[in-house]
C-alpha cells in the first residue's frame, strides 16, 4: 500500500530531498521521522475519535500531518483553507469532527473552530526533535477509508467523499503506468491537498516513487516559473485557470519552462486555444485529463506519445467507461451520452449521506458522473459538459462549454464563462461574463462578441448578454464557481446585447 512504500522510500532514499517548500529541504528519512514523530503527538491530543481534520496548505508538513494520519491508522480530512470561517466550521460539523490539526497563520479559522468547540493543535509550535521510535505500519484493510474530501461545491453544496485504501493505492498505481513516471522525476505542487488532484498527483504519486517535490503555498506565475528553472521540474499539474495566468506572464519564455515535460491540466475544461498557444510558444503539449473527488480523482489523461487536443486522453488501466441516454441506456457509438466509470477508484460513499450515494452508484457499482462525454473510434474520451449545466431555450439544448470555448479565442478574453438565465417566454437563455486582459485599455461591444460567437456557432447559442468583469469567482480547487455569477451581481461594465 502507499504508507508503506512511502515509509519504504524513508529508509532506502535516505538524505536524498523529498520535499522542498518555503521553510526549506525536508529529506527522505527526515520526512519518516517527522511522520513518526507526528503520530506521537496525536496521540496526546484530548480527542481521539477516528476522525481529524487537517487545516495546512500543500507543504512538508501538511505531508506529514497526511502520513501520521496514517500512521495511526486514523481518517484524514482534508479541510479546504481558502474558505470563510463560518463555512469551515459546518464542514467540520458535516464531517462530526472534534479535533482540527492546523498551523498558526490561520488565526480567525483556528479561532472559530476553538469557539465552535473543536480542539485545535498547532503544528508549527510542536517540537519535531525528538528521535523517533521504531514503529511498523498498522494493518488496515483495502476497503477502509483512507481520508475523506469535500467537493468543490461548484453548483451544489460540498459533500464529503470518502475514498479508500484500494481507492488511493490502485488509482496512483495506473496513473503511474499510465504516465510512465519515474522515480528520478521532480513534481511541482502548487494545488491544494484538499484538492484530489494536489493530494494524488503532488503528494502520494511522487513520493511512493521517491521523487522530489517543490511545493509553493500560494499560486504566484513568477514563482512558478523560477521553481521550474531552479529546480528542473519535469511534472506540472495545474488546472486550466492557472495555465491561462501563466501564459500571460512576461517572465513565462521557452527557455524558462524548458525542463517541463508533463503539463497536466485537470479541474475543469482546457481550451483548446490556451493547448495550441502553449505549445507554440513554450514548445510544450498541454496534457488534458479528467477525474473528479469520487474517483480518487483519475479516470483518464493524455500523455506525451498519446493525446488529442480537446478530448481528455484515454482511461486509465482498470477503469471502464460507459455513455448512456436519460434511461439509463448505452449510447450508440460515437453518441453522446452521460459518462459512468466503474473500477477500484470509485469512492466508498458520501460520508454520512446516503441518499446522495444511492443517487449516483448504482447496485453493479457504476458512479453516474453527471457530465456529457463522446468517444471517438480510438477510444479517446471528450467531455462535452455538464448534464445538470445544460441550458433548454425553447427546446433547443445548449452546452455553455462549447460558446465558452469560442469566446476564450477572441483576443484579449482571458476567462469566460457561460450561464443559462431564466426567461418568459424561452424557458432560459445563455448569457456571458467575460474577464478581460487588464493590459488592455478597449473591450470589444456585445455586438462584436456576437458576431464573433455566430461565426462558429449557431446563432441560438450565441449569449444574449454579456457581462465584464474584474475576476471571476473561483472555487479553491481553481474552477470558476457559477453558481456565484448571476447579472445583479455583475460589474458595473455590464453590456446589453
Same mark, same amino acid.
Given at each position: 500500500?502507499?504508507?508503506?512504500?512511502?515509509?519504504?522510500?524513508?529508509?532506502?532514499?535516505?538524505?536524498?530531498?523529498?520535499?522542498?517548500?518555503?521553510?526549506?529541504?525536508?529529506?527522505?528519512?527526515?520526512?519518516?521521522?517527522?511522520?513518526?514523530?507526528?503520530?506521537?503527538?496525536?496521540?496526546?491530543?484530548?480527542?481521539?475519535?477516528?476522525?481529524?481534520?487537517?487545516?495546512?496548505?500543500?507543504?512538508?508538513?501538511?505531508?506529514?500531518?497526511?502520513?501520521?494520519?496514517?500512521?495511526?491508522?486514523?481518517?484524514?480530512?482534508?479541510?479546504?483553507?481558502?474558505?470563510?470561517?463560518?463555512?469551515?466550521?459546518?464542514?467540520?460539523?458535516?464531517?462530526?469532527?472534534?479535533?482540527?490539526?492546523?498551523?498558526?497563520?490561520?488565526?480567525?479559522?483556528?479561532?472559530?473552530?476553538?469557539?465552535?468547540?473543536?480542539?485545535?493543535?498547532?503544528?508549527?509550535?510542536?517540537?519535531?526533535?525528538?528521535?523517533?521510535?521504531?514503529?511498523?505500519?498498522?494493518?488496515?484493510?483495502?476497503?477502509?477509508?483512507?481520508?475523506?474530501?469535500?467537493?468543490?461545491?461548484? *453548483?451544489?453544496?460540498? %459533500?464529503? /467523499?470518502?475514498? #479508500?485504501?484500494? =481507492?488511493?493505492?490502485?488509482?496512483?498505481? +495506473?496513473?503511474?503506468? @499510465?504516465?510512465?513516471?519515474?522515480?528520478?522525476?521532480?513534481?511541482?505542487?502548487?494545488?491544494?491537498?484538499?484538492?484530489?488532484?494536489?493530494?494524488?498527483?503532488?503528494?502520494?504519486?511522487?513520493? *511512493?516513487?521517491?521523487? %522530489?517535490? /517543490?511545493?509553493? #503555498?500560494?499560486? =504566484?506565475?513568477?514563482?512558478?516559473?523560477? +521553481?521550474?528553472?531552479? @529546480?528542473?521540474?519535469?511534472?506540472?499539474?495545474?488546472?486550466?485557470?492557472?495555465?491561462?495566468?501563466?501564459?500571460?506572464?512576461?517572465?513565462?519564455?521557452?527557455?524558462?519552462?524548458?525542463?517541463?515535460?508533463?503539463?497536466?491540466?485537470?479541474?475543469?475544461?482546457?481550451?483548446?486555444?490556451?493547448?495550441?498557444?502553449?505549445?507554440?510558444?513554450?514548445?510544450?503539449?498541454?496534457?488534458?485529463?479528467?477525474?473528479?473527488?469520487?474517483?480518487?480523482?483519475?479516470?483518464?489523461?493524455?500523455?506525451?506519445?498519446?493525446?488529442?487536443?480537446?478530448?481528455?486522453?484515454?482511461?486509465?488501466?482498470?477503469?471502464?467507461?460507459?455513455?448512456?441516454?436519460?434511461?439509463?441506456?448505452?449510447?450508440?457509438?460515437?453518441?453522446?451520452?452521460?459518462?459512468?466509470?466503474?473500477?477500484?477508484?470509485?469512492?466508498?460513499?458520501?460520508?454520512?449521506?446516503?441518499?446522495?450515494?444511492?443517487?449516483?452508484?448504482?447496485?453493479?457499482?457504476?458512479?453516474?458522473?453527471?457530465?456529457?462525454?463522446?468517444?471517438?473510434?480510438?477510444?479517446?474520451?471528450?467531455?462535452?459538459?455538464?448534464?445538470?449545466?445544460?441550458?433548454?431555450?425553447?427546446?433547443?439544448?445548449?452546452?455553455?462549454?462549447?460558446?465558452?470555448?469560442?469566446?476564450?479565442?477572441?483576443?484579449?478574453?482571458?476567462?469566460?464563462?457561460?450561464?443559462?438565465?431564466?426567461?418568459?417566454?424561452?424557458?432560459?437563455?445563455?448569457?456571458?461574463?467575460?474577464?478581460?486582459?487588464?493590459?488592455?485599455?478597449?473591450?470589444?461591444?456585445?455586438?462584436?462578441?456576437?458576431?464573433?460567437?455566430?461565426?462558429?456557432?449557431?446563432?441560438?447559442?450565441?449569449?444574449?448578454?454579456?457581462?465584464?468583469?474584474?475576476?471571476?469567482?473561483?472555487?479553491?480547487?481553481?474552477?470558476?464557481?457559477?453558481?456565484?455569477?448571476?447579472?445583479?451581481?455583475?460589474?458595473?461594465?455590464?453590456?446589453?446585447?
Amino acid at each position: 500500500m502507499l504508507l508503506e512504500t512511502i515509509l519504504a522510500q524513508g529508509r532506502r532514499r535516505g538524505s536524498q530531498t523529498a520535499i522542498v517548500d518555503d521553510r526549506g529541504e525536508v529529506s527522505f528519512s527526515q520526512l519518516r521521522a517527522a511522520g513518526s514523530i507526528m503520530l506521537g503527538h496525536l496521540n496526546r491530543c484530548r480527542r481521539k475519535t477516528e476522525r481529524f481534520g487537517i487545516l495546512i496548505p500543500q507543504s512538508a508538513g501538511c505531508a506529514i500531518a497526511f502520513l501520521a494520519a496514517r500512521l495511526s491508522n486514523r481518517v484524514p480530512v482534508m479541510l479546504n483553507f481558502l474558505l470563510k470561517p463560518a463555512e469551515l466550521v459546518e464542514i467540520c460539523r458535516d464531517a462530526q469532527l472534534e479535533f482540527v490539526l492546523s498551523i498558526r497563520y490561520f488565526k480567525e479559522h483556528n479561532a472559530a473552530l476553538r469557539d465552535a468547540g473543536l480542539e485545535v493543535m498547532l503544528m508549527d509550535e510542536l517540537s519535531f526533535r525528538r528521535i523517533p521510535w521504531p514503529r511498523q505500519a498498522p494493518k488496515r484493510s483495502k476497503d477502509d477509508t483512507a481520508v475523506i474530501l469535500y467537493t468543490s461545491g461548484t *453548483s451544489a453544496a460540498p %459533500k464529503g /467523499v470518502m475514498l #479508500t485504501n484500494q =481507492n488511493l493505492d490502485s488509482n496512483a498505481q +495506473a496513473s503511474i503506468e @499510465h504516465a510512465k513516471f519515474n522515480g528520478q522525476m521532480t513534481f511541482l505542487g502548487v494545488l491544494p491537498m484538499f484538492h484530489a488532484l494536489g493530494l494524488m498527483a503532488t503528494c502520494l504519486i511522487p513520493l *511512493s516513487l521517491g521523487c %522530489k517535490v /517543490v511545493y509553493i #503555498t500560494r499560486f =504566484n506565475p513568477a514563482a512558478v516559473i523560477d +521553481a521550474v528553472r531552479k @529546480h528542473h521540474v519535469q511534472v506540472l499539474v495545474a488546472v486550466p485557470t492557472m495555465y491561462a495566468i501563466l501564459a500571460h506572464s512576461k517572465a513565462a519564455t521557452r527557455e524558462a519552462l524548458a525542463s517541463v515535460q508533463y503539463a497536466i491540466s485537470g479541474g475543469e475544461p482546457l481550451p483548446v486555444s490556451l493547448i495550441d498557444e502553449y505549445q507554440q510558444r513554450f514548445g510544450i503539449p498541454l496534457l488534458e485529463g479528467f477525474g473528479l473527488t469520487e474517483t480518487s480523482p483519475m479516470v483518464s489523461f493524455n500523455v506525451p506519445w498519446a493525446r488529442r487536443p480537446g478530448s481528455v486522453g484515454k482511461a486509465i488501466a482498470g477503469v471502464e467507461i460507459r455513455l448512456t441516454d436519460d434511461s439509463g441506456v448505452d449510447s450508440a457509438p460515437g453518441e453522446p451520452g452521460e459518462l459512468w466509470i466503474r473500477g477500484p477508484n470509485v469512492m466508498k460513499g458520501y460520508y454520512n449521506r446516503p441518499r446522495d450515494t444511492a443517487e449516483v452508484l448504482t447496485a453493479d457499482g457504476w458512479f453516474k458522473t453527471g457530465d456529457i462525454a463522446r468517444r471517438d473510434a480510438d477510444d479517446f474520451l471528450y467531455i462535452t459538459g455538464r448534464k445538470k449545466d445544460l441550458i433548454i431555450m425553447g427546446g433547443e439544448k445548449i452546452v455553455p462549454a462549447q460558446i465558452e470555448e469560442v469566446l476564450r479565442q477572441f483576443p484579449g478574453v482571458v476567462l469566460a464563462a457561460v450561464i443559462g438565465v431564466k426567461d418568459a417566454q424561452r424557458g432560459e437563455v445563455p448569457v456571458a461574463f467575460i474577464q478581460w486582459n487588464a493590459d488592455l485599455a478597449s473591450k470589444p461591444s456585445p455586438h462584436e462578441l456576437r458576431a464573433f460567437v455566430c461565426r462558429s456557432l449557431a446563432a441560438y447559442k450565441a449569449p444574449r448578454e454579456f457581462f465584464y468583469v474584474d475576476s471571476m469567482p473561483l472555487t479553491p480547487t481553481g474552477k470558476i464557481s457559477k453558481r456565484h455569477l448571476t447579472p445583479p451581481a455583475a460589474a458595473p461594465s455590464t453590456v446589453d446585447a
